[in-house]
């Protein structure tokens, strides 16, 4: 358990020495005594899992997640997710997070981690011209008016036949490692969902991760990939990144990576589509810091994808 990385992203103030505070120890103001500890009483062991208050023997535990729902006034469930972000290992299967949710010591063994993938030959250019000319053309339709640099900066492609046939291919990727992709149809699919991914990787990451590590003034997170194109494409030259999590609903690791990555931005805001208001106050909750707040597109507008240049301009002012 990383603890000191837990209450310097929380702004929690501690001490690493002084006459209460053990060697291999951290001490912060014990939450249970409240106003009536005059200093930092209460020390947490950094190797074991261990806390104590040297004013009160009633203010003492092994559970993790019991003193971060105490420092961070949070309830007892998100106090377990916070816990398995800066845990040595963050899970990384559902098996492993029931697990830490639940409180089994002993999970069920963990899926084996994801191969290297590399784009599909078929995975083709998109250009004005020629057989890919209707993807560009639809890029075009969406509000993008330099095709070229965003298919260059996003390394977007398309596909003409096989499963993706239609689809406007878009890859995801962590430390310049391909995790996965997901494809987007460009006509309204019968019996095929608008959005078709390679894999249930793409849950464990975020989009544009990569390029949200360097920080920024803005950070908009979305629901789907073309929502945070639009944002991220647009707002990137006045410091401002968008990303997205594939729906409303947040997986541990990528409440983990973005546990991580929100305090490199001034402000974070979740930007969920006008339907989606409960699950963006949830998102939240779960991401429990200061800088994040919900967010809301102007009136008449759906979701982020609908915005032009002027209108992501103007979002981005009202939160900067």
């Not at 002993?106 to 993807?135: N, Q």
């Not at 800088?291 to 915005?307: F, H, I, W, Y």
């Amino acid at each position: 358990m990383d603890w000191v990385a837990l209450l310097d992203d929380h702004h929690i103030p501690y001490v690493t020495r002084g006459p209460n505070t053990k060697k291999g120890e951290v001490s912060v103001k014990c939450p249970y005594c409240g106003e009536d500890d005059p200093s930092e009483h209460l020390g947490i062991n950094l190797t074991a899992e261990n806390w104590g208050c040297h004013r009160s023997a009633e203010h003492r535990g092994h559970s993790p997640s019991r003193l971060i729902a105490a420092l961070l006034g949070c309830s007892s469930a998100q106090a377990k997710l916070i816990a398995a972000q800066y845990s040595k290992a963050d899970p990384e299967t559902f098996d492993q997070a029931v697990a830490v949710l639940t409180g089994i010591s002993e999970p069920l063994k963990a899926a084996k981690g994801h191969s290297e993938l590399t784009l599909p030959d078929d995975f083709r250019a998109i250009k004005r011209k020629g057989t890919t000319a209707r993807f560009w053309n639809y890029l075009e339709s969406r509000g993008f008016d330099d095709v070229a640099d965003l298919c260059f900066q996003y390394d977007l492609k398309c596909a003409l036949t096989g499963d993706y046939k239609d689809r406007i291919i878009i890859p995801f990727y962590e430390r310049n490692k391909l995790i996965g992709w997901t494809g987007r149809a460009i006509q309204t699919p019968i019996n095929a969902p608008r959005y078709l991914s390679s894999s249930g990787a793409v849950k464990h990451t975020v989009f544009n991760a990569d390029a949200l590590r360097d920080g920024g003034k803005l950070l908009f997170i979305v629901e789907g990939p073309f929502d945070a194109l639009k944002l991220d494409y647009y707002g990137e030259p006045s410091g401002s990144r968008a990303t997205c999590v594939f729906g409303t609903s947040m997986s541990i690791d990528q409440l983990g990576l973005l546990s991580r990555l929100r305090h490199r931005f001034k402000k974070v805001v979740i930007l969920f589509d006008t339907d989606a208001i409960e699950a963006s106050f949830s998102a939240v909750d779960w991401l429990h810091a200061s800088n994040v707040v919900v967010g809301q597109l102007p009136d008449g507008v759906k979701d982020p994808g609908e915005l032009l240049s002027d209108g992501i301009d103007d979002l981005i002012n009202t939160y900067r």
